[in-house]
């Protein structure tokens, strides 16, 4: 059984006021509860900040970014050591704006995931196609070279702490999201090359996140298909009440 994961993905968004207390208000209504994953992904500078706030409850920190060296000259980076050091149990890696806007490689991803796993921080790996790699029908093979690049050189134990996000660019924050159909299909042949790479076991265990778009009104049918097993949220994760209701459509489809 894969249990459901929801992250929220805050990307440059909050202040730490702002911050600290929408992760207090998902941490109360959390609470100790397990029967959904449910992680906060704020901007760097207030992870101490928003660790406190989700103190004593189940909710998990994470980041949204890392590098891939521990330490050094390495100029404004923060490395996974230091993650872990302020409280972080996760790491996004290899996120679509990071792909586009700072032009991160699948080596790039890979090195960052690999540095991730060794300082024992549980990586969230995006992939994703655009729209013109949609209609110009490349979707499998997008997303499945920047698995084969992201993932390169994991072995199957380091895989086994390893998220899936799919999110197809198309979706990130515009609204439009995958139809249940689509991301279906997408996260099916996602387990398939796991299957391939690894073994049927492990491909069966490990998480594939949908994102995009993801809400209060689309998380149930989303949800409810057989290879989605969470959801990567962006916008909706900066409203208590609209998450929380992501986090109960999980529990309601698991
Ligand atoms: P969105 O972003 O939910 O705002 O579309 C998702 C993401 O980029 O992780």
Redesign the pocket.
């Known amino acids: 059984m894969r249990k459901k994961f929801i992250a929220g993905?805050w990307?440059m968004n909050t202040s730490r006021a702002d911050g600290t207390a929408l992760a207090a208000a998902i941490a109360a209504k959390v609470g100790q509860s397990t029967d959904v994953e449910v992680a906060v992904c704020p901007p760097a500078l207030y992870l101490e900040a928003v660790g406190k706030a989700i103190s004593g409850s189940t909710v998990g920190l994470g980041a949204q970014n890392c590098y891939h060296e521990a330490k050094g000259a390495f100029t404004g980076e923060i490395s996974p050591p230091m993650l872990v050091d302020i409280g972080c149990k996760y790491v996004i890696v290899g996120?679509?704006?990071r792909r586009a806007i700072l032009k991160e490689s699948n080596h790039d991803v890979n090195r960052k995931l690999l540095a991730a796993l060794s300082a024992r921080l549980l990586p969230i790996v995006?992939v994703g196609e655009t729209l013109d790699e949609r209609k110009a029908g490349r979707t499998t093979a997008v997303v499945r070279e920047q698995m084969e690049g992201s993932l390169a050189g994991l072995t199957a134990e380091q895989m086994a702490q390893v998220v899936i996000?799919y999110?197809p660019v198309w979706?990130?924050?515009?609204g439009v999201v995958a139809t249940p159909e689509q991301a279906e299909e997408v996260h099916a042949d996602l387990r398939k090359l796991l299957e391939t790479r690894y073994n049927p076991q492990l491909a069966s265990s490990v998480r594939i996140q949908y994102?995009?778009?993801?809400n209060a009104d689309n998380a149930a049918i989303l949800l409810s298909q057989p290879n989605i097993d969470g959801a990567?949220?962006?916008?909706?994760?900066l409203k208590a009440e609209g998450f929380l209701a992501i986090v109960a459509a999980a529990k309601a489809a698991s």
């Open positions: 993905n990307k996120h679509s704006e995006c996000a999110e979706a990130i924050g515009t994102g995009g778009s993801v990567l949220v962006g916008g909706a994760s």
